[in-house]
C-alpha cells in the first residue's frame, strides 16, 4: 500500500506493506536508525517518537497508522548543530550507560519538558516511567531532564 509520512518535517511517501511496523519504516525505508527497536511489545519504550505531538511507541504503530501524519523521531532535536537541551543534559549529566534507551528517554523527556517546563523530579520520574532503562538506576537520567529545565533552548550549548 502507499503512505504518505511526514518525518522530522520531510514528506516521504512509499510503497509498505500493510503489516510494517512504524519503526521498520523509520529505521530500514528512511534510514533514521535512531528510533531503537527493542521489545515489539511497548513495554520497554526505546521506539519511542512523536506521533502528531504525542509520544508514541513505534514497535506497536503500523506505518499506515501513521500515513497522512506528522512523526518526530530523535533525529529531529539537534537543530542546525545546536543540540536541544535534554541530548545537552544526556551528556552533561551522564544520563546514559548504554545508550540503547536513550532515544526514547529523550523523546519523552522533550514532551514532558514542553508541557511541563518546570517538572519536579517526581513528575520526571512519572513522565519517564514508560521507558525502561537496564544500566543507570534513573538517578542520571531524571538529573538530565532536570538539567534540561534549568537550560532552555535559548541558552548555547556548553563547550
Same mark, same amino acid.
Given at each position: 500500500m502507499q503512505v504518505?509520512?511526514?518525518?522530522?518535517?520531510e514528506e516521504h511517501t512509499s510503497e509498505v506493506e500493510p503489516r510494517l511496523l512504524l519503526v521498520h519504516y523509520l529505521?530500514?525505508?528512511?534510514?533514521?536508525?535512531?528510533t531503537h527497536w527493542g521489545c515489539d511489545?511497548?513495554?520497554c519504550g526505546a521506539c519511542t517518537v512523536w &506521533? +502528531?505531538? =504525542? !509520544?508514541?511507541? @513505534?514497535?506497536?504503530?503500523?506505518?499506515?497508522?501513521? /500515513?497522512g501524519h506528522e512523526v518526530r523521531t530523535v533525529e529531529s532535536l539537534e537543530v542546525d548543530g545546536v543540540l536541544d537541551p535534554v541530548q545537552q543534559g544526556f551528556m552533561q549529566e551522564h544520563g546514559l550507560q548504554c545508550g540503547f534507551c536513550t532515544p526514547g528517554m529523550m523523546m519523552t523527556a522533550r514532551r514532558l &519538558? +514542553?508541557? =511541563? !517546563?518546570?517538572? @519536579?523530579?517526581?513528575?520526571?520520574?512519572?513522565?519517564? /516511567?514508560?521507558?525502561?532503562?537496564?544500566c543507570t538506576g534513573y538517578e542520571n537520567i531524571v538529573r538530565a531532564v532536570r538539567w534540561a529545565a534549568e537550560h532552555p533552548a535559548t541558552e548555547e550549548a556548553p563547550a
Open positions: 504518505t509520512v511526514t518525518v522530522n518535517g529505521r530500514d525505508h528512511l534510514g533514521l536508525t535512531g511489545t511497548t513495554n &506521533l +502528531d505531538g =504525542v !509520544p508514541v511507541k @513505534s514497535c506497536t504503530v503500523l506505518t499506515a497508522m501513521a /500515513s &519538558l +514542553d508541557d =511541563v !517546563p518546570d517538572p @519536579s523530579e517526581q513528575q520526571i520520574r512519572e513522565g519517564i /516511567s514508560g521507558n525502561l532503562c537496564r
